[in-house]
């Protein structure tokens, strides 16, 4: 029965890509309304934080659309956007990382007293976004949405498509994996 939704899926996401081509614009948004939240999903769990997740889906949506004209739907549209989301949010991710000196801070603090305490605030985020990453994909994602995108677990549930006990399970396990490799650095 899945295979045959899935086709349905697929039919219905090619008619839209060629509507989409023909400048229809009910069916890109169709399109965006369809898959918008599973692209954020993805954009949260590489980059734990909401605004440039929602930032790196209107990119992705940009860039479909601006090279909308040579693009050929091969297999389904959901894979696509899904693959575009993550490579797009892995890109943010290394701009983010980029090192600053020691030379660089000390232009930037300025007469400002509180920069050694943004240091050490950005040092507890690195420890935090390290143990994140060592999550299993589906943990983590459950973790920052609901942490950082306030999503009740019942909700991830829902749009998950998981058991609401398969959700706490994961956000159980995910919690404490994260209290031990915490209480591990802090030693």
Not at 44 to 54: M, R
Request: glycine residues 2%.
């Amino acid at each position: 029965m899945s295979s045959v939704i899935r086709n349905i899926a697929n039919m219905e996401d090619k008619l839209l890509v060629w509507r989409c081509k023909q400048g229809n614009a009910d069916a890109l948004r169709r399109i965006y309304e369809k898959y918008r939240d599973n692209l954020l999903i993805i954009a949260l769990a590489v980059l734990f934080e909401p605004s440039e997740a929602e930032d790196v889906v209107q990119d992705v949506f940009v860039k479909f659309v601006q090279r909308l004209d040579e693009f050929e739907l091969r297999r389904n549209l959901k894979g696509f956007l899904g693959v575009c989301a993550a490579n797009c949010a892995r890109d943010r991710n290394k701009v983010a990382r980029k090192n600053v000196g020691i030379d660089e801070i000390a232009e930037l603090s300025g007469d400002n007293p509180n920069v050694l305490d943004d240091i050490i605030l950005n040092d507890d985020t690195l420890r935090l976004r390290s143990a994140l990453e060592k999550l299993s994909e589906e943990q983590r994602q459950i973790v920052i949405l609901h942490s950082r995108a306030d999503m009740s677990l019942s909700k991830i549930a829902k749009e998950l498509s998981l058991p609401v006990n398969t959700v706490k399970s994961r956000y159980r396990y995910a919690m404490e994996k994260l209290r031990k490799w915490l209480d591990e650095v802090e030693k």
